[in-house]
Antibody
Framework: QVQLVQSGAEVKKPGASVKVSCKASGYNFTTFYIHWVRQAPGQGLEWMGI????????SYAQKFQGRVSMTRDTSTSTVYMELSSLRSDDTAVYHCARALSLGGFDIWGQGTMVTVS | DIQMTQSPSSLSASVGDTVTITCRAS??????LNWYQQKPGKAPNLLIY???SLQSGVPSRFSGSGSGTDFTLTISSLQPEDFATYFCQQTFNLPRTFGQGTKVDIK
């Protein structure tokens, strides 16, 4: 079935980097854009950025510019999100999500808990 | 950035009630408005896209309406499994932005 499967939970120290993977299966990987969204404990949803798996181009929320990088590997149908210079307020669940052509996110990864402490 | 404001932030309702949640955008998003349901510890689930189109597999008691800046999610005949948090999202432009959420709990 169509799914996005993310890598496991991470614990990092302040100032470190984290790289989360999101492996797609069940559909043509290059057909749909992938977004990253995070959710701090007890908080709402925060959009981080988008990557086009076909060409690899990406765009990031201004808040994360200079600290985030989104890449993809078409040979394994996997996208990656790397966040650097981690702070305690980066502690959150990070989700990848597939975007429909009309924009809604129809398939979500299970989430990756990143704890900065 | 387009700001999305939901109201109310929370509400209490009973099984069988009709519930309405509103979402207002700080500028027009045309019809590029989506609604999600999220349960604790789970990823959000797309309910409505394009303001009023029901996502495949979503019960017909969920409906969406609106265009421009004002949108509504209606849940008719609330079921026990509908107690959750609901978010609106605009996909008119980047950055994609979400409302702050509306928690629906049991009265």
């Amino acid at each position: 079935q169509v799914q996005l499967v993310q890598s496991g939970a991470e614990v990092k120290k302040p100032g470190a980097s984290v790289k989360v993977s999101c492996k797609a299966s069940g559909y043509n990987f290059t057909t749909f854009y992938i977004h990253w969204v995070r959710q701090a404990p007890g908080q709402g949803l925060e959009w981080m950025g988008i990557i086009n798996p076909s060409g690899g181009s990406s765009s990031y929320a201004q808040k994360f510019q200079g600290r985030v990088s989104m890449t993809r590997d078409t040979s394994t149908s996997t996208v990656y999100m790397e966040l650097s210079s981690l702070r305690s307020d980066d502690t959150a669940v990070y989700h990848c999500a597939r975007a429909l052509s009309l924009g809604g996110f129809d398939i979500w990864g299970q989430g990756t808990m990143v704890t900065v402490s | 950035d387009i700001q999305m404001t939901q109201s109310p932030s929370s509400l209490s309702a009973s099984v069988g009630d009709t519930v309405t949640i509103t979402c207002r955008a700080s500028q027009s998003v045309s019809g590029f408005l989506n609604w999600y349901q999220q349960k604790p510890g789970k990823a959000p689930n797309l309910l409505i896209y394009g303001a009023s189109s029901l996502q495949s597999g979503v019960p017909s008691r969920f409906s969406g309406s609106g265009s421009g800046t004002d949108f509504t999610l209606t849940i008719s005949s609330l079921q026990p499994e509908d107690f959750a948090t609901y978010f609106c999202q605009q996909t008119f432009n980047l950055p994609r932005t979400f409302g702050q959420g509306t928690k629906v709990d049991i009265k």
